[in-house]
């Protein structure tokens, strides 16, 4: 019996639909499994020359991702490049209850260059002493594992010197509270508290041409800089640098729009259709520049989409120079 025409215009449409749509899931899958190694140079006024071509490697939002059985092909990118120092923004572990170390710590034990290495947590990792906690916290299993692999926990300020010249490094989410006055506020502050708040205190006696780099999981959208600066709860200092994670690059990618949504109750809808130039990469408001990168691993904000799609997996290697 011979097939009508229009039959077998449906059938060829079908079999075409079919086939791209298994090219689109082996590309998906082998992207999701790929990871790339982003360069971007961040042009410092007050860069002291001793640390002009100074190199800070990001990982951020692994989320217990495997890259092979025993992490080696991302320890093949990481080991693969120079670096002064590497930082962890947080999201390494896929939930706070979550004791999966395991992919976490294997990475940790064969990264080659750990000279200068700090965490800050994110929020899928325990918490690690948070300014206006209402108790004093000890570090967490977790915490202790990645410091006994030689991550140090960023809770306050570290310097990094070279000759007479510092570089700061702090966590953002707790320089911000240094005003945490024990006689207004009806929080209790621990010994544990009031060290943190002494050793920010360093924060305050930092002239312009110091060099702050704060490091954080959320990005800070425009308008929390200017809700922060605003409220005298606060101090927003002179960061040169920001860097943190967390929106994954939308996670989910299209061709033209770009990121579909992230996670940030600061925009629109809770984060859908974002405004593109403040999804990933570097940007500049207020004379303080935000680089954030789109990290590695994948969440469940949209629980039947925890993949990346068009969004390979990525490190990122800034490269510190001096305005001129």
Same mark, same amino acid.
């Given at each position: 019996?011979?097939?009508? @025409?229009?039959?077998?215009?449906?059938?060829?449409?079908?079999?075409?639909?079919?086939?791209?749509?298994?090219?689109?899931? @082996?590309?998906?899958?082998?992207?999701?499994?790929?990871? @790339?190694?982003?360069?971007?140079?961040?042009?410092?006024?007050?860069?002291?020359?001793?640390?002009?071509?100074?190199?800070?490697?990001?990982?951020?939002?692994?989320?217990?991702?495997?890259? #092979? !059985?025993?992490?080696?092909?991302?320890?093949?990118? @990481?080991?693969?490049?120079?670096? +002064?120092?590497?930082?962890?923004?947080?999201?390494?572990? +896929? +939930?706070?209850?979550?004791?999966?170390?395991?992919?976490?710590?294997?990475?940790?034990?064969?990264?080659?260059?750990?000279?200068?290495?700090?965490?800050?947590? #994110?929020?899928? !990792?325990?918490?690690?002493?948070?300014? #206006?906690?209402?108790?004093?916290?000890?570090?967490?299993?977790?915490?202790?594992?990645?410091?006994?692999?030689?991550?140090?926990?960023?809770?306050?300020?570290?310097?990094?010197?070279?000759?007479?010249?510092?570089?700061?490094?702090?966590?953002?989410?707790?320089?911000?509270?240094?005003?945490? +006055?024990?006689?207004?506020?009806?929080?209790?502050?621990?010994?544990?508290?009031?060290?943190?708040?002494?050793?920010?205190?360093?924060?305050?006696?930092?002239?312009?041409?110091?060099?702050?780099?704060?490091?954080?999981?959320?990005?800070?959208?425009?308008?929390?800089?200017?809700?922060?600066?605003?409220?005298?709860?606060?101090?927003?200092?002179?960061?040169?640098?920001?860097?943190?994670?967390?929106?994954?690059? #939308?996670?989910?990618?299209?061709?033209?729009?770009?990121?579909?949504?992230?996670?940030?109750?600061?925009?629109?809808?809770?984060?859908?259709?974002?405004?593109?130039?403040?999804?990933?990469?570097?940007?500049?408001?207020?004379?303080?520049?935000?680089?954030?990168?789109?990290?590695?691993?994948?969440?469940?904000?949209?629980?039947?989409?925890?993949?990346?799609?068009?969004?390979?997996?990525?490190?990122?290697?800034?490269?510190?120079?001096?305005?001129?």
């Amino acid at each position: 019996m011979k097939i009508p @025409i229009r039959k077998k215009l449906f059938l060829l449409i079908g079999m075409v639909f079919t086939v791209c749509i298994i090219l689109l899931s @082996i590309y998906t899958i082998h992207d999701n499994n790929r990871i @790339i190694t982003v360069q971007e140079t961040i042009s410092i006024n007050s860069l002291p020359e001793e640390f002009d071509g100074f190199t800070i490697l990001q990982i951020t939002d692994l989320h217990e991702r495997k890259f #092979g !059985d025993h992490q080696e092909k991302l320890l093949e990118a @990481i080991n693969s490049v120079d670096y +002064d120092a590497i930082v962890f923004t947080g999201d390494l572990l +896929d +939930d706070p209850k979550s004791t999966n170390y395991e992919p976490v710590y294997t990475l940790l034990e064969g990264i080659d260059n750990k000279e200068i290495a700090f965490f800050v947590p #994110g929020n899928t !990792d325990p918490e690690s002493y948070i300014l #206006g906690s209402d108790y004093p916290k000890e570090k967490d299993d977790f915490v202790k594992g990645l410091e006994e692999r030689g991550v140090q926990l960023l809770d306050s300020v570290q310097t990094v010197k070279r000759d007479d010249a510092a570089l700061y490094f702090t966590y953002f989410e707790n320089s911000i509270r240094t005003k945490v +006055d024990q006689g207004r506020s009806k929080i209790k502050i621990g010994p544990k508290q009031q060290q943190l708040l002494q050793k920010l205190s360093t924060l305050n006696t930092l002239t312009d041409s110091d060099v702050l780099i704060a490091l954080n999981h959320y990005p800070i959208p425009d308008a929390k800089i200017d809700d922060l600066k605003a409220d005298e709860k606060y101090t927003f200092h002179n960061y040169d640098l920001i860097m943190a994670g967390h929106y994954h690059g #939308g996670q989910i990618r299209l061709p033209i729009i770009g990121a579909l949504f992230v996670p940030d109750p600061y925009y629109p809808w809770g984060g859908l259709f974002p405004p593109q130039d403040r999804v990933k990469g570097l940007w500049n408001y207020q004379r303080v520049q935000q680089y954030v990168s789109t990290g590695l691993g994948s969440s469940d904000a949209i629980f039947f989409l925890k993949f990346r799609f068009l969004n390979p997996p990525e490190i990122n290697m800034l490269t510190l120079r001096s305005q001129k």
